[in-house]
């Protein structure tokens, strides 16, 4: 059982950043890859961006490639996401979750197994 808490989230301007946190307890962390995902009104949920179990392997779509960063912090239990250059088609809320499995990479496409309750973000002037 894991639980995934999401903060940094907020209003920035165009062009701003925001570093999004996904604070992470319970057991399997180590067995964990994250993935961050987001979902603005009245569309469908998009998978942003991933991280491997060990932190070495990436994965990010098209959409933020380029302009959001992730780094995990396993002492920490704790996975980054970097957002810089922030349009306003970037609003939504953003969730982080986490597959427990024995890959080492990260798939964005897999069924995630916990998910946090997300975080707001705005990006507006």
């Known amino acids: 059982q894991l639980q995934l808490v999401e903060s940094g989230g907020g209003l920035v301007q165009p062009g701003g950043s925001l570093r999004l946190s996904c604070a992470v307890s319970g057991r399997a962390w180590e067995l964990s890859a994250i993935g961050w995902f987001r979902q603005a009104p009245g569309k469908e949920r998009e998978g942003l961006s991933c991280i491997s179990r060990s932190g070495d392997r990436t994965n990010y779509a098209d959409s933020v490639k380029g302009r959001f960063t992730l780094s995990r912090d396993n002492a920490k239990k704790t996975v980054y996401m970097q957002m810089s250059s922030l349009k306003p088609e970037d609003t939504a809320v953003y969730y982080c979750?986490?597959?427990?499995?024995?890959?080492?990479?990260?798939?964005?496409?897999?069924?995630?197994?916990?998910w946090g309750q997300g975080t707001q973000v705005t990006v507006s002037s």
């Open positions: 979750a986490a597959d427990v499995s024995l890959s080492m990479a990260c798939n964005l496409l897999k069924k995630y197994d916990y």
